[in-house]
Each structure stands twice: as C-alpha cells, then as structure tokens.
C-alpha cells in the first residue's frame, strides 16, 4: 500500500526517497558490489550487491508502492524480469497469453521455456468465455498486456482475474504501455506486474530495464529468491536512473497522453489512413472497459495507411519522428511490428491476430503536437502511390 493518496506525490517521495546516512534527496549511486562485514556473520543490512543494493532497493520499494504491491524487484531488462517471473512455473505447466503480446514475451516461451516443457497457447483474453475455454487442467497462469501491442487490444483485468482465481492461475500483467499512473493491476485483482522500464517509467530511452511487483509475502520470497538464484538484477547506476525517470512520470504522462489523444484524432480523420488502433477513441474496442480500469488510453496507437500508400516511402521521409524499435521516451518514434518488435511470431500466427504488414505502430512523444502532426502528414503525403 502506499503512504501517499495521489500517484504524483507517491512518484516523488515514494519508496525510499531520502539517504538515511547524509539527508541527500536524492539515493546515491552505490556503486559497490560487496560490503565488509564486522565480524562472521555481522552484516549491515548488505553481503553482495546480486542479493542487495541499497540504490536498487530504493527503486524497488518505490515501484512496490507505485503498483500497491508486497514488494518490487529491478531487473536488467524487461525479459530479465518476465524470465524471473515465468520461472515460478514448473515443467509441463501451461501459460496462456493474450493473442497480441510484446514479440519476446511470445519468443521466450516459444523458444526458451520451452525447452523445459513449459508451454503456451494464444488465447483471446479480450473475450471472457472464449479466454475460460482454454483453461485446462496444466494451465498455472496467464500474461496479459492491456493494451496489447501492437494493436491496443482492452482486456478486463478485473474480470481475467476473477475467472483465473477461480480456476488457481496466477494472474501476470504486463503493465509497460500504462504505467501504474494510468492503470494499477495489482488493484484489479492481478496477482504479478511486470514492466519493461526501459520505457515510459524511464521514460528518456537512455537505460534499458525491468521491473516486477507481487502482491503477497509467498511470491516476495519466491521471486526474491529466483532474483538472486538466476541473477538478472539492474546496476546501481542504471537504478538511479530509473527513479530520476520516475520522478517525472506524472507530468510526461499528461502531455503523452494529451498529444496522443490529439494524433489519434488527426489519424482518424485522415484520408490516407485506412484503421486507427487506439483505446483512447471513443467507439474503439474496449473503449468503456479501459476507462474504467485505466485512467485514459495511454498514449501508444497504432494505424494502417491505405493500400495506395507505401509505407516503407513513409518511414523514409518522416524528419522528427525517428524509425526505432522500443517506447515511451520524451520522442517520438514510429515502428513497424510486423518486421521489428513482433517479427519473432511467425506470419501465420500474425496474420492470425492481425498484425498486417501495412500496421504501423507511433510512440507519440512529448514534443509540441503540430510539430508532431506535421511531420506525419508530410511523410504521408510523400508516400502515396502516384
Ligand atoms: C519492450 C517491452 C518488453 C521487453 O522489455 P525489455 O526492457 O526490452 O527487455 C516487454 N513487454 C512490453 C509490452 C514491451 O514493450
């Protein structure tokens, strides 16, 4: 539970937000990897910064309070903290995902986990009875990314979970394209969040990282342990960066969010552009269910041009928004999900779930909009087919 009613204070003062020893406002950088000990046995808190970090740690409890959770673990990457989380699982368990997740989500069990007969089915978490038909006796647990990337798919965290308990499933949530500014699954019921915090909480595309919140003392132990087993942990360096991110969440959030409501307006207007994938829109699909579990639509959309547009001369001329895999920094950037972030699905299963090869997914950055916009309309105009 957090100490603080609102999000943006928590942000700020959350965690462990002073050093204890100098009064220092903002945690050093401990950049140690061992502690001396006073005597056998007679530590100060610390043996070795793989198990424990003060400056980790900081950045640990912070997100723990951030997500309402028991306790938060940082990680090297994303996938280092699914890895971690995943690892609870035992071979000949089975894991459902939502039928569009992040492209490595899908490829570490595909090809990793697998190996230790830890195995997978799609399953539309969109749609409450078709999601519970694939509960079978192996089934312990079930990813959801809501959004979904890339094509911004609503899941209602609430009622996964009910259905999920009721059948013993641990509930993961993916909370990256929200931020638990927007949206707290621990709240709705999730049982694990995880995040890739190399996006918006760190939010300046300088650190890549992960992060994972639990919601009881069992899995605190349980992950805690795996943590240091498997080893996978942030440096104290890359962990400060990340509270310095986070401190400024809030306020890059708002304006993410107010240039993507206004980019998605733009897109849907716009007579090249033939669907627009964005849960911010009222009439897109979810529409109501995000409302009332997030606080808006994020600001991640996704669109397809028409087919006398080429997208390939698109990305060629855009001058501000920057081709790139990865999101939620300060710029924007644009990417193509069928040949970047999910070219690790196979093509059956994309075109199963309707990844398109004309799907273009925008990260709408925090520059000013109409500069944003006119970068855009430029690119399209450019890229119509004469
Ligand atoms: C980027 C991303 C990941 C992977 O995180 P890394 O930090 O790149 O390892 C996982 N899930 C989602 C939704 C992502 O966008």
New binding site residues.
Partial sequence: MSRFNNTETALIHGGISIDERTGAVNIPIYQTSTYKQDGLGKMRGYEYSRTGNPTREALEALIAELEGGYAGFAFG???AA?TAVLSLLHSGDRVLISSNV?G??FRLLSKVFDHFSITYTISDTTDLASFESDIAEDVKAVII?SPA?PLMTVTDIRAVAEVSHRHGLLVIV?N??MTPYLQKPLELGADIVVH?A??YLGGHSDV???LAVVNSAELAEKIAFIQNSTGGVLGPFDSFLLIRGIKTLAVRMDRHVYNAEKAAQFLSEHDAVKNVYYPGLPGSQGYEVNLRQAKNGGAMISFELKDNYDINTFFENLQLVSLAE??GGVESLVCHPSSMTHASIPADIRKKVGITDGLIRLSVGIEQINDILGDIAQAIAKAERK
């Fill in positions: 990457s994303g996938m699914l992040y490595g989500t990314e990337n993916d990256t394209f890739s190399t996006k890549v990282s992960g990865s999101l």
